[in-house]
């Protein structure tokens, strides 16, 4: 049944900015002009909205598929609300050739519940020496191109790769850190990684990465987008290279912008994420940026981690959350907060996201994809872990209230979620 | 609420520590007479966990648990079996089902033994985890400081060294803080914690200003395994600038008591003759006190178990 009628709703519309009642109809897995004769599905008065797509999941195939598959993940975005699901490629081994990133979208097409595109390694096996063969992989479906949390410290291999990239108008996504000073940290220094011991870094770590990655583009003229900013400190670095008119964009991780390094308390290591959570002071930093349009988009950052690799002290445990099932709820935290309406939080969560990678969802417009998502903002409720599609349980809002869900996720008007 | 472990100072209430040197304060004097043996811990299982090497701290505890009357028992986990790849939490569990009373933990890593102490049923007590915390260091350091000067509170303390990597340092800091002292901690900018100083004590960088008529002298080890790369140019510089030598410790004021958790480094942090003149130094002080201090809070531990034991079955 990809053509429908969803009738009864509120029409969360990023691109215009508003929230209209009224309908939505379907025809051939597109947004179409209303037709009363297609068959109706009623929205009983809840919310419509384009659906998420997530920029930088990881799924753990191939090499720890005991994390998470492209199965699970897909039921888990599918839940979540996220119907593009956009995966990276920090696996063991590292999706560094076309053989690789063919394995995983075959995984993908046969299995996954969304809709899923790959990103490639920048450099092989992701250790900043060589460059990967960016043309073949972008043939292959690549969707853009990352190191992710490995830092290439080689400029000289950097601009390489960057000048080599935008040539096939490649986009970037780069993690600004700087690898010196970040070595060994699991917190942000201050006086809550001073009073737990845990070893850290300066947020000045970020601008100092940020401002290198925006000089390297400067330099090369790539399309950039930064993964994940946490830190006040690197605002300003981000703002002047929009107004100079770069091709850059940049990202924000749920987790950064609803938890703070207090959260971490007597060393939960849930609450151990890369890069650390930061002061309150950063997270409401990162809310008023991403209201301002300075941060563009908001994305999971899922990062499944099994249990043992959990349950050991702090400094020890693995970094990373999963989030594709909590993303929605946590970030209409911000709505409830009054930080941002539904759709600005859209903008960040669907269109921005869509349009960076080039492609069409994101949006209500006519002839746009049907992947939308029905929710409702407002029913609480309190998160057990081991309710969530995820392989992976590790989530740092179990236990946690929180407030709206989602009821229905189509993906080309094909209903892949109904609560 | 009565303590169930001894984690850390930060948890603790002043007149918890109160409570453990007067206890402490009756064991020294014991152990200086003739019976030294008692049965306050007879029958329980002692297990001293030590996941870092030590040999003072672990003979102190291990003495101090004889002298109660437990059965010590001694790992070197070291050399076990985390060697074979078991987890913390798994050597825990392990031990947990051979119900022991007490587990008395070192470990390399800030809040492993607030993890252990999670997953097992009996009292835990922190040996130093990281940098975090030494809370019996910190106890055995406030009991020398009250018997040499006749009191605890509205002293002038110098901790003088590598702030940042030290678990003593930090445990002091917080006992001498809550016992309401004037704290000053005296060290290079590159082995001070960030914002260390939202934490109630004033930053010294020059040791002679930093010990201006001060009532103590800590001194803290310059830890040099800890020293992943160039936080100080080089030993002699160090000695130079923040060694304890008479020069700099006559800025103090004349009674002033020179501390040092050991093992010293002479003639890195400290001169040899100012360690050994016995008018000064109380560091075999403090190391005698170590015993009477592991005694008091082994002893305290139990009695609250043995306690709450008897509350749950009423």
Same mark, same amino acid.
């Given at each position: 049944?990809?053509?429908?009628?969803?009738?009864?709703?509120?029409?969360?519309?990023?691109?215009?900015?508003?929230?209209?009642?009224?309908?939505?109809?379907?025809?051939?897995?597109?947004?179409?002009? =209303?037709?009363?004769?297609?068959?109706?599905?009623?929205?009983?008065?809840?919310?419509?909205?384009?659906?998420?797509?997530?920029?930088?999941?990881?799924?753990?195939?191939?090499?720890?598929?005991?994390?998470?598959?492209?199965?699970?993940?897909?039921?888990?975005?599918?839940?979540?609300?996220?119907?593009?699901?956009?995966?990276?490629?920090?696996? =063991?081994? %590292?999706?560094?050739?076309?053989?690789?990133?063919?394995?995983?979208?075959?995984?993908?097409?046969?299995?996954?519940?969304?809709?899923?595109?790959?990103?490639?390694?920048?450099?092989?096996?992701?250790?900043?020496?060589?460059?990967?063969?960016?043309?073949?992989?972008?043939?292959?479906?690549?969707?853009?191109?990352?190191?992710?949390?490995?830092?290439?410290?080689?400029?000289?291999?950097?601009?390489?790769?960057?000048?080599?990239?935008?040539?096939?108008?490649?986009?970037?996504?780069? /993690?600004?850190?700087?690898?010196?000073?970040?070595?060994?940290?699991?917190?942000?220094?201050?006086?809550?990684?001073?009073?737990?011991?845990?070893?850290?870094?300066?947020?000045?770590?970020?601008?100092?990465?940020?401002?290198?990655?925006?000089?390297?583009?400067?330099?090369?003229?790539?399309?950039?987008? %930064?993964?994940?900013?946490?830190?006040?400190?690197?605002?300003?670095?981000?703002?002047?290279?929009?107004?100079?008119?770069?091709?850059?964009?940049?990202?924000?991780?749920?987790?950064?912008?609803?938890?703070?390094?207090?959260?971490?308390?007597?060393?939960?290591?849930?609450?151990?994420?890369?890069?650390?959570?930061?002061?309150?002071?950063?997270?409401?930093?990162?809310?008023?940026?991403?209201?301002?349009?300075?941060?563009?988009?908001?994305?999971?950052? /899922?990062?499944?981690? =099994?249990?043992?690799?959990?349950?050991?002290?702090?400094?020890?445990?693995?970094?990373?959350?999963?989030?594709?099932?909590?993303?929605?709820?946590? %970030?209409?935290?911000?709505?409830?907060?009054?930080?941002?309406?539904?759709?600005?939080?859209?903008?960040?969560?669907?269109?921005?996201?869509?349009?960076?990678?080039?492609?069409?969802?994101?949006?209500?417009?006519?002839?746009?994809?049907?992947?939308?998502?029905?929710?409702?903002?407002?029913?609480?409720?309190?998160?057990?872990?081991?309710?969530?599609?995820?392989?992976?349980?590790?989530?740092?809002?179990?236990?946690?209230?929180?407030?709206?869900?989602?009821?229905?996720?189509?993906?080309?008007?094909?209903?892949?979620?109904?609560? | 609420?009565?303590?169930?472990?001894?984690?850390?100072?930060?948890?603790?209430?002043? *007149?918890?520590?109160?409570?453990?040197?007067?206890?402490?304060?009756?064991?020294?004097?014991?152990?200086?007479?003739?019976?030294?043996?008692?049965?306050?811990?007879?029958?329980?299982?002692?297990?001293?966990?030590?996941?870092?090497?030590?040999?003072?701290?672990?003979?102190?505890?291990?003495?101090?648990?004889?002298?109660?009357?437990?059965?010590?028992?001694?790992?070197?986990?070291?050399?076990?079996?985390?060697?074979?790849?078991? @987890?913390?939490?798994?050597?825990?569990?392990?031990?947990?089902?051979?119900?022991?009373?007490?587990?008395?933990?070192?470990?390399?890593?800030?809040?492993?033994?607030?993890?252990?102490?999670?997953?097992?049923?009996?009292?835990?007590?922190?040996?130093?985890?990281?940098?975090?915390?030494?809370?019996?260091? #910190?106890?055995?350091?406030?009991? @020398?400081?009250?018997?040499?000067?006749?009191?605890? *509170?509205?002293?002038?303390?110098?901790?003088?060294?590598?702030?940042? *990597?030290?678990?003593?340092?930090?445990?002091?800091?917080?006992?001498?803080?809550?016992?309401?002292?004037?704290?000053?901690?005296?060290?290079?900018? @590159?082995?001070?914690?960030?914002?260390?100083?939202?934490?109630?004590?004033?930053?010294?960088?020059?040791?002679?200003?930093?010990?201006?008529?001060?009532?103590?002298?800590?001194?803290?080890?310059?830890?040099?395994?800890?020293?992943?790369?160039?936080?100080?140019?080089?030993?002699?510089?160090?000695?130079?600038?923040?060694?304890?030598?008479?020069?700099?410790?006559?800025?103090?004021?004349?009674?002033?008591?020179?501390? *040092?958790?050991?093992?010293?480094?002479?003639?890195?942090?400290?001169?040899?003759?100012? #360690?050994?003149?016995?008018?000064?130094?109380?560091?075999?002080?403090?190391?005698?006190?170590?015993?009477?201090?592991?005694?008091?809070?082994?002893?305290?531990?139990?009695?609250?178990?043995?306690?709450?034991?008897?509350?749950?079955?009423?």
């Amino acid at each position: 049944m990809t053509s429908l009628r969803i009738t009864n709703v509120h029409l969360v519309d990023p691109e215009h900015q508003t929230v209209e009642f009224g309908n939505l109809s379907i025809k051939n897995g597109r947004i179409a002009a =209303d037709d009363p004769a297609l068959p109706s599905f009623d929205g009983q008065r809840k919310y419509l909205a384009p659906g998420i797509v997530d920029m930088g999941a990881k799924v753990c195939e191939p090499g720890e598929r005991h994390k998470e598959s492209f199965r699970s993940a897909g039921l888990s975005a599918a839940a979540g609300g996220v119907t593009t699901l956009v995966t990276r490629p920090d696996t =063991d081994p %590292a999706i560094d050739s076309p053989e690789t990133l063919e394995f995983a979208s075959r995984r993908a097409q046969a299995t996954c519940a969304v809709r899923s595109y790959q990103m490639a390694a920048l450099t092989k096996g992701r250790l900043g020496k060589e460059m990967t063969e960016i043309g073949f992989l972008q043939d292959a479906g690549a969707i853009a191109f990352s190191d992710c949390d490995a830092v290439i410290t080689n400029t000289k291999v950097l601009s390489r790769a960057l000048t080599y990239a935008r040539q096939l108008g490649a986009l970037i996504i780069g /993690h600004p850190q700087d690898p010196g000073l970040s070595e060994g940290a699991a917190a942000t220094s201050g006086k809550f990684a001073t009073l737990r011991a845990i070893p850290a870094v300066s947020p000045m770590a970020e601008r100092l990465g940020l401002e290198r990655d925006l000089a390297m583009v400067e330099m090369t003229g790539a399309k950039y987008h %930064a993964d994940q900013l946490s830190t006040a400190l690197a605002l300003p670095s981000l703002e002047r290279a929009k107004r100079q008119g770069l091709d850059v964009t940049a990202g924000v991780s749920i987790h950064h912008l609803t938890l703070n390094e207090l959260d971490v308390a007597d060393y939960r290591s849930f609450f151990k994420v890369k890069p650390p959570l930061r002061s309150e002071e950063d997270r409401l930093a990162m809310i008023s940026a991403l209201a301002s349009g300075l941060i563009d988009i908001i994305s999971s950052m /899922h990062t499944p981690q =099994d249990e043992e690799s959990k349950r050991l002290p702090y400094e020890q445990a693995a970094s990373g959350a999963v989030a594709l099932e909590t993303l929605l709820p946590a %970030a209409l935290r911000l709505y409830h907060a009054e930080h941002l309406d539904l759709p600005q939080l859209f903008r960040a969560l669907s269109l921005n996201p869509s349009r960076r990678l080039g492609l069409d969802s994101g949006r209500l417009s006519l002839g746009a994809p049907a992947d939308l998502i029905l929710f409702d903002p407002d029913v609480p409720f309190v998160l057990d872990r081991f309710s969530l599609q995820s392989k992976s349980k590790n989530t740092p809002f179990d236990g946690q209230r929180l407030q709206g869900r989602v009821l229905a996720t189509f993906v080309g008007g094909q209903e892949v979620y109904a609560r | 609420m009565q303590l169930q472990h001894l984690l850390g100072i930060e948890p603790l209430h002043p *007149h918890n520590i109160t409570a453990i040197l007067d206890l402490a304060d009756h064991y020294a004097d014991q152990n200086r007479s003739g019976v030294r043996k008692s049965d306050a811990l007879a029958g329980c299982t002692q297990i001293n966990m030590f996941f870092e090497n030590s040999t003072r701290t672990q003979a102190s505890f291990e003495i101090a648990g004889k002298r109660l009357g437990a059965d010590v028992m001694n790992m070197a986990m070291q050399a076990s079996s985390i060697k074979k790849g078991e @987890t913390l939490i798994d050597t825990a569990l392990t031990l947990n089902a051979m119900h022991p009373d007490l587990l008395v933990v070192r470990h390399p890593h800030s809040g492993a033994v607030d993890l252990l102490a999670q997953k097992v049923n009996c009292a835990v007590l922190n040996a130093g985890d990281g940098r975090h915390e030494h809370p019996t260091q #910190a106890l055995l350091d406030a009991l @020398t400081i009250r018997r040499s000067k006749g009191r605890l *509170h509205r002293l002038n303390i110098a901790i003088c060294g590598d702030i940042a *990597h030290s678990r003593v340092a930090r445990s002091n800091l917080i006992l001498l803080g809550k016992m309401e002292n004037r704290i000053r901690l005296v060290g290079p900018e @590159t082995l001070m914690p960030a914002e260390i100083g939202a934490f109630g004590a004033e930053v010294f960088h020059d040791m002679e200003e930093g010990l201006k008529d001060v009532d103590v002298v800590m001194m803290l080890r310059l830890q040099r395994e800890r020293m992943d790369g160039g936080f100080i140019p080089s030993e002699r510089e160090y000695y130079h600038r923040y060694g304890l030598n008479a020069e700099k410790l006559s800025h103090a004021k004349p009674d002033a008591i020179v501390m *040092h958790p050991g093992p010293m480094n002479r003639g890195v942090e400290i001169d040899g003759e100012i #360690a050994d003149d016995l008018n000064r130094s109380v560091i075999q002080e403090q190391v005698e006190m170590g015993v009477s201090v592991r005694m008091a809070a082994m002893d305290i531990l139990m009695r609250n178990r043995r306690q709450a034991a008897t509350e749950a079955k009423l």
